[in-house]
């Protein structure tokens, strides 16, 4: 599904992302994990087609079709979904309204007609209440006034809504507490199926309790180090970062 | 209107070039250009005014003369030449009709490309039209379901001829001849308008409503808009306005008086779309317009007015809060783009006790515009009691845009409540690309964004107006970020 080759990404000029390999089939989960500033977040934003990241070499296939020349709407269309780490306020547009532009342009990118009224109305009962989101929440300001924990939750309450192929949950699970921790990845493993892949990039395992990983990289200085299954995850918690520092000599 | 969604109007949103830019070649009767006593008596003797009518008109004249153009908005420009300027325009087929079928055929098609063909205008039950091109009413319907009411909607020509009792005793009570420069230059040459009177206790049943249009090369327009509401008495009147395309200035300079005897309420509200000029500078309107509304006791006047046209504004449409109890508001988007400039805001003057007012001003600014807020909050000696709350935001667009309020306050009882509040806020990458990231292009997520900071003024418009105001917000931003 997701291929990237080799890729090199810079932002002003910094080299951030120094040759990345991945591999994501469908129906995989993939965590990511790193010590601040390895460029974690700099590649969730670089796959979701961020302007302000120049991707200097290499290549981002999705579905053997390069996707670098595309903008970031282009990508959303294709099935792209990014969760963000830190979510922007739109005073005045509501969760609802939001929500609807997303999945008719969506829809219209591919030629298609606007949802009906009472289908969305249907998906967006269904969706909140996977996800314990109080119907009064939906008519809200987008995240202005959140929670950090309420933040996160729109942002799967989204992914939920536009089914995405390819999520990113760039450090969904920073903020939240531990229950609401627990309706996040509860509502990220009904969405899971053997057509769609999630990466997630997290700092603790914590999360990876709930939303079991097939692999875990781990991304030091723009590179991935280390690849492995859940067991390393548990490892990088007790262990810390030291001694893959060692073992790669980075 | 309830099935109505913010999406099924940006469905309709498709436009790109200015899109009321089109002139219709109707044969017109223009005077020469140039101001003075004579062209003052001749357009009063056009019109077969009362001799009355002329020697206000002549006294205001006087006055103009005397009077230089203000300059301490925040606005830079070239003056207008007012001995180039023709002062009187109108479409030759004088007569006004019965029906749709004796009007000319080519204005009924500037209506159409207009998409409020008076066709339509009929079937959609609740708006009366009085169609203003250039200067002289030509369509008027719904006539006579008001009459029934015995409310009166007419042109203010024929109200001058047919109710000179109410034109005379009210017209210049809110804005006086002698106002500012461009009330008295409006005073002595307008050339048409509305009138309205709400009689005692009548609520008005529809929504009245005025297009008006600028049409006649180089042909200045001055309208003259007198509404009175008699004491009890509740009317919505909406105003739009559409330009032709046009490469040289226009000068626009209307005066509007609103009177709300004791227990009335008049909510005005205003879509204004001039030709804003071309993306380098070149042409648009000016805008210099006079609207101001006084209070009885208990009355209440609401001005809504989403200004999107002209290339220079000049607008305070304002309340003077005279009776006790009395309530003003005045709710504002004002945007700017390319080089527009706006310099636009309220004045609330409070005289009676317990009066109260609300300020909402939103401004959007984009391209190489300026964009002022000037508010004044005055509050009298003998105001006990009054309270304002005031709100000024303002969105940029880009960096080569000005935002500026200028809230000026003089509260002279010790008693009065006054807030003040204000935001400067920026359209942000991340705020965009976030919406991209959502599959919303960039075009879509300003009218977003933009639509969202107004919402609470959008939400003060009719429903009818307010999905004109929205198109409005999408078609003066397009294009503005790159």
């Not at chain 2, 015995?150 to 042109?155: A, L, N, P």
Request: glycine share 8%; hydrophobic share 35%.
């Amino acid at each position: 599904m997701l291929k990237i080759k080799n890729l090199h990404a810079s932002v002003d000029d910094k080299a951030i992302l120094k040759g990345i390999d991945l591999h994501v089939k469908p129906g995989e989960v993939h965590a990511i994990m790193g010590p601040n500033g390895s460029g974690k977040s700099t590649l969730a934003a670089v796959v979701a087609g961020k302007e302000e990241y120049e991707v200097e070499e290499g290549e981002i296939l999705l579905d053997g079709e390069n996707i670098d020349e595309l903008g970031p709407e282009e990508r959303a269309h294709k099935g792209v979904f990014m969760s963000f780490q830190y979510p922007v306020e739109i005073p005045g547009v509501s969760v609802t309204n939001f929500m609807k532009t997303s999945i008719n342009e969506t829809r219209k990118a591919k030629g298609l007609e606007d949802m009906p009224a009472n289908e969305m109305l249907k998906m967006i009962r269904e969706k909140s209440e996977m996800l314990e989101i109080d119907r009064k929440f939906l008519s809200r300001s987008l995240n202005e006034g959140f929670s950090g924990g309420e933040k996160k939750r729109n942002e799967i309450f989204q992914m939920a809504m536009l089914e995405p192929k390819l999520a990113i949950l760039d450090e969904t699970d920073s903020g939240l507490d531990i229950d609401a921790l627990r309706i996040v990845a509860n509502g990220v493993n009904k969405l899971k199926s053997k057509d769609n892949a999630v990466i997630i990039i997290t700092h603790y395992q914590r999360l990876l309790d709930y939303i079991v990983p097939d692999y875990v990289h781990v991304l030091m200085d723009g590179k991935i180090v280390k690849s492995g299954d859940k067991q390393l995850a548990h490892k990088l918690e007790a262990k810390g970062y030291d001694w893959i520092k060692e073992e790669v000599g980075v | 209107m309830s099935k109505y969604t913010e999406d099924d109007l940006r469905e309709e949103l498709k436009t790109k070039e200015y899109e009321y830019g089109f002139y219709t070649d109707i044969e017109s009767d223009t005077f020469p250009n140039g101001l003075n006593e004579d062209i003052v008596r001749a357009i009063s003797e056009k019109k077969e005014e009362p001799e009355w009518m002329t020697e206000w008109r002549l006294e205001a004249f006087k006055v103009w003369k005397e009077m230089t153009e203000p300059e301490w908005a925040n606005v830079n420009y070239e003056k207008p030449d007012f001995q180039a300027i023709s002062y009187y325009s109108a479409p030759n087929s004088k007569p006004k009709y019965d029906s749709l079928d004796e009007v000319d055929p080519e204005l009924l098609a500037t209506f159409e490309k207009l998409g409020i063909s008076l066709d339509e205008q009929k079937k959609l039950a609740g708006v009366a039209m009085d169609v203003v091109v250039d200067s002289v009413s030509v369509a008027t319907t719904f006539k006579k379901t008001l009459a029934e009411k015995g409310i009166i909607f007419m042109s203010i020509s024929e109200a001058i001829q047919e109710h000179p009792e109410l034109v005379r005793k009210y017209m210049g009570t809110v804005v006086p001849q002698k106002d500012n420069f461009y009330a008295a230059l409006n005073s002595a040459v307008f050339s048409d308008g509305s009138f309205c009177y709400i009689p005692k206790g009548v609520k008005c049943p529809m929504e009245l409503s005025t297009y008006f249009r600028i049409n006649q090369a180089g042909t200045g327009q001055f309208e003259r808009t007198l509404v009175i509401a008699d004491e009890g008495s509740y009317v919505s009147y909406l105003e739009g306005c559409t330009a032709p395309s046009r490469d040289e200035n226009q000068l626009h300079a209307a005066v509007v008086e609103l009177i709300a005897l004791d227990n009335a309420e008049i909510k005005y509200s205003t879509v204004q779309n001039w030709y804003p000029g071309n993306a380098e500078g070149k042409g648009g309107v000016y805008n210099f317009v006079t609207k101001r509304g006084l209070c009885e006791n208990n009355a209440k006047i609401s001005w809504t007015q989403v200004e999107t046209g002209s290339a220079i504004t000049w607008k305070y449409p304002s309340c003077v809060l005279k009776g006790d109890n009395s309530v003003g508001e005045f709710y504002s988007i004002a945007v700017t783009n390319n080089f527009q400039q706006a310099d636009t805001g309220t004045k609330m003057v409070h005289l009676g006790k317990n009066t109260k007012s609300t300020i909402i001003s939103k401004g959007i600014s984009a391209g190489k515009s300026q964009n002022s807020y000037r508010g004044l909050v005055q509050i009298s000696s003998r105001a006990e009691n009054a309270r304002n709350f005031s709100q000024c935001d303002s969105l940029l667009m880009g960096n080569e845009c000005g935002a500026h309020t200028f809230p000026y306050i003089e509260a002279k009882n010790k008693s009065a409540q006054i807030e003040h509040e204000a935001t400067t806020s920026k359209i942000g990458e991340d705020q965009i690309f976030y919406c991209n990231q959502r599959g919303i292009d960039t075009e879509k997520a300003i009218a977003l964004i933009v639509n969202g900071f107004s919402k609470e003024v959008l939400n003060k418009l009719p429903m009818e107006f307010a999905v004109e105001a929205q198109k409005l917000l999408e078609i003066s931003l397009e294009g503005s970020v790159g």
